[in-house]
């Protein structure tokens, strides 16, 4: 008999609830929950994949360890003593920060990232990497600047605003970031409909812009000069309005004089938007009864990216958007996980720590940022990395110069991975420890409702039970962080492992949350107040309501609480863009004439989902987008193999001729270059694509956080030569498994 479970798809942000029917150990369908209080039955093609992933041959289901050039099945006592001893080896022989640890993105959508966090803390290292430092860290740093903490984020009122203005991120393609809201293309074109605007700045004209009012197509990088164009018109037309923010918030005046050196005439050729345009959007946005500007991984994976989204809110500040319906806002989640945070990142007041030991990278917060790691392990004295623990990361693919971070893994003298596959990271690894399929585990996420549309929360339970000798992250890295701390006295740290148990669950610290948050007994009194118990009950979520106004200045952790909105290192980085673009504008005359950024995918998601044959179907779709007159300029036609050459390397992938693009630049998507040897996902690698992180460069950054500028890198476009195109990737043969 069958049977339906009501639980959340956790591929992407956004959350999405869904409905999965079940016979015994099998998946019969995967349909959109129409009662789900946040996603109302909207799913993308990929909920579907889930049940490719949970019945994938190539998925990993023991702990694996290396022997020779094979991986072996080993039980999981063994693998779990062996993957710690190992660490713990290299720690004894070379020092705590020899091990570097790396958190990959699927890892915030679990709340094993707390016993990550635990794990990382056990071992001691200074060395620890997180695919943040590729993707959101310049806004990290803009909320720690300006609003005290860097998870304190301001999200789009996405279904009250009349105006939205949305810079660098397509979420019709990749539903919503840092802005979960399912279904965001349908709430994005409910606002045109009801009358707004949505004004869409990108390079390329998106699928998010067919359901918008506007098209902005911006010159990349060119976001902070059309922001300060346009904040250049609204003070100078005396159209700013703080509203009730003007007594909360510092630093008005510094941020009027930096605007007023930034003419619309002056930003045009830099933005690549001409100065009229500017100028109108400027005085748009500033009359919208509620507007709201909001940027994301485009405008971020720049050397630009903290001053383009400290420029967003300060937009949004100086026309009395922020903490207002309709306006950008802070979330009320019923745990309010801002301290946790800051107990887990070490975070507060202090941002910095000492540069890293080769590239001389910034640190932030507990991290350092992944370009730099190759380094760390690659340059041999005091401090070389030389053991390294993977957490659902795959930074072959997904960070800068991954071919060189690719050798490094090769040498290293312990890796353990906690990975569902063997992929161009993990095949690196001593030991591999697989948890169960998403499918197979329940959980409670504490993390996106830091950043809903709407106050909401759910509990997501097991569609499937785990199979006999299953273990869920959870489990797997509590048992790790068992194993590390033996030995390591003292502290809270102990008696946290010991409160939470190896064998508990999140859900014992999510309780005790749920029941001292905003919602919880506490507040609300024991009948009203809500617990773990009744969150589990709530099969399609619990609807918290709408964001609320007034969070300010309560929510500030800065000094006084004041909203400070000029901060002074910001105004010091933004005296350098004319340096910048000057820079941009030579490396464009020097031998690479074209501007490469990225682009996300629907059925595919970063470097993990192209082993689901329900999405890799039909056309290759590793391509570079190119303008027509770009392509005619160099004798190029649709569907010829071309190299992409940047200054740090090339790589080969088929030519997408189209007009969707802004003259001058070419887009190609990441999580590609699945032909490396011994991969374990065959599908994926007879679908290989190559990994355009092979052409982006580690030492390109942005200064003020360390994130990488994957974005508007100087390339160019060339025919490959008949003779030299590169034989087909060929399906390469799976690690061979001995039973
Ligand atoms: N289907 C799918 N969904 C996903 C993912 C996926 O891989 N596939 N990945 C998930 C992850 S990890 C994340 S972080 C989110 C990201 O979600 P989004 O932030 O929405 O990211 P993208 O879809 O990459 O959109 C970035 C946009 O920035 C544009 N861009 C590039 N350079 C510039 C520039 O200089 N200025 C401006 N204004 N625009 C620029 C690109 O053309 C692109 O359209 O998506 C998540 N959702
Ligand atoms: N050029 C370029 N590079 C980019 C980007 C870009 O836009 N352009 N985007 C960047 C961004 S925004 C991000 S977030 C990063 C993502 O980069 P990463 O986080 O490094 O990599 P993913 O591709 O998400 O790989 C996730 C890995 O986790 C494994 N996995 C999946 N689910 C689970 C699970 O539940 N448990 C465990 N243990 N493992 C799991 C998968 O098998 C896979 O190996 O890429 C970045 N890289
Ligand atoms: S948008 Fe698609 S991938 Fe993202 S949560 Fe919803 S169904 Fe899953
Ligand atoms: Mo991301």
């Known amino acids: 008999m069958s049977a339906v479970v009501h639980r959340v798809c956790t591929l992407c942000e956004a959350h999405c609830g869904i409905q999965v029917e079940v016979e015994g150990a099998e998946v019969l369908r995967i349909t959109g929950d129409p009662d789900d209080v946040m996603s109302r039955g909207y799913i993308c093609p990929k909920a579907a994949a889930l049940a490719d992933l949970h019945e994938d041959p190539d998925r990993l289901r023991t702990p694996v360890k290396r022997v020779g050039s094979e991986f072996v099945p080993i039980g999981w006592d063994e693998a779990l003593d062996l993957a710690a001893r190992g660490l713990r080896d290299v720690q004894a022989r070379h020092g705590s920060d020899a091990v570097a640890t790396y958190l990959g993105n699927p890892g915030a959508h679990s709340s094993a990232v707390i016993a990550a966090t635990l794990l990382r803390k056990l071992l001691g290292t200074r060395n620890n990497y997180s695919a943040t430092s590729t993707d959101q860290l310049p806004q990290h740093r803009v909320y720690h600047e300006l609003f005290g903490h860097f998870a304190l984020f301001p999200i789009p009122d996405l279904d009250r605003t009349d105006h939205m203005l949305v810079f660098g991120a397509n979420p019709a393609v990749s539903n919503g970031s840092i802005m979960t809201a399912p279904g965001a293309r349908h709430r994005l074109r ?92 400027a005085r748009e946005f500033a009359a919208a009864e509620r507007a709201v500007a909001y940027g994301r991984v485009g405008v971020c994976q720049q050397e630009t990216g903290t001053l383009t989204h400290w420029l967003i809110c300060a937009l949004n500040v100086v026309t009395g958007n922020v903490d207002r319906e309709g306006g950008s806002m802070f979330p009320t989640p019923a745990v309010d996980a801002l301290d946790l945070l800051n107990v887990l990142f070490g975070a507060g007041e202090r941002w910095e720590r000492e540069p890293m030991r080769v590239s001389g990278l910034p640190g932030y917060l507990d991290e350092y940022p992944i370009a730099g790691l190759a380094d760390e392990m690659l340059t041999p004295g005091d401090g070389q990395v030389r053991g390294l623990l993977t957490y659902a990361g795959n930074p072959v693919l997904s960070a800068p110069g991954g071919r060189r971070l690719d050798e490094a893994f090769a040498q290293l003298d312990w890796f353990v991975a906690v990975d569902l596959y063997v992929t161009e990271t993990t095949r690196h690894a001593h030991v591999i420890l697989p948890p169960v399929s998403q499918l197979e585990r329940s959980d409670i996420d504490i993390v996106f409702p830091l950043v809903g549309v709407r106050n909401f929360i759910r509990f997501n339970p097991a569609a499937l039970p785990a199979p006999a000798g299953g273990r869920t992250d959870w489990q797997i890295l509590m048992a790790l962080a068992g194993r590390i701390g033996r030995g390591v ?90 340096e910048l673009a000057a820079e941009r504008d030579a490396a464009l005359g020097n031998g690479f004439d074209l501007t490469l950024i990225g682009r996300r995918q629907l059925r595919s998601n970063n470097s993990w989902l192209h082993n689901s044959p329900r999405l890799m179907k039909g056309a290759d779709r590793c391509t570079a987008l190119l303008h027509p007159d770009d392509a005619t300029a160099r004798g190029l036609a649709d569907g010829d193999q071309v190299c992409v050459t940047s200054a740090a390397g090339a790589i080969e992938v088929p030519l997408e001729v189209s007009d969707e693009m802004r003259p001058g630049v070419v887009s190609i998507p990441h999580g590609f270059g699945h032909h490396r040897d011994g991969v374990g996902w065959s599908h994926a690698a007879a679908h290989a694509g190559a990994s355009v992180n092979d052409i982006t460069d580690p030492a390109r950054h942005d200064r003020l956080s360390g994130n990488a500028a994957l974005n508007s890198v100087p390339v160019r476009v060339e025919r490959v030569a008949a003779a030299a195109v590169a034989p087909p990737a060929q399906a390469v043969a799976a690690l061979s498994f001995r039973a």
């Open 190 to 281: 409910a606002i045109v409909e009801r009358g707004g605007a949505v004004v869409v700045v990108d390079p390329r004209r998106t699928e998010t812009v067919k359901h918008a009012s506007e098209h902005v197509a911006v010159r990349p990088g060119g976001d902070p000069f059309l922001l300060l164009g346009m904040l250049h018109v609204i003070f100078g037309e005396g159209i700013e309005d703080l509203g009730r923010l003007a007594e909360l918030t510092d630093g008005v005046e510094e941020l009027r004089a930096l605007a007023a050196e930034w003419s619309p005439e002056r930003a045009a050729p830099h933005a690549g938007v001409e100065a009229e345009t500017i100028a109108r959007l």
């Open 489 to 578: 006295t003292g502290g809270a740290l102990n008696r946290l492992l010991r409160l939470v148990g190896p064998a508990a669950s999140a859900e014992r610290l999510v309780d005790l949350a749920l029941r001292t948050g905003p919602y919880g007994a506490l507040k609300r009194g024991p009948m009203r107040g809500l617990t773990m118990g009744k969150v589990r009950k709530a099969r399609h979520g619990v609807d918290l309501g709408p964001l609320r106004p007034g969070r300010l200045p309560g929510q500030l952790r800065t000094k006084g609480r004041r909203l400070r909105v000029a901060p002074a290192p910001f105004l010091a980085e933004a005296r350098r863009l004319d």
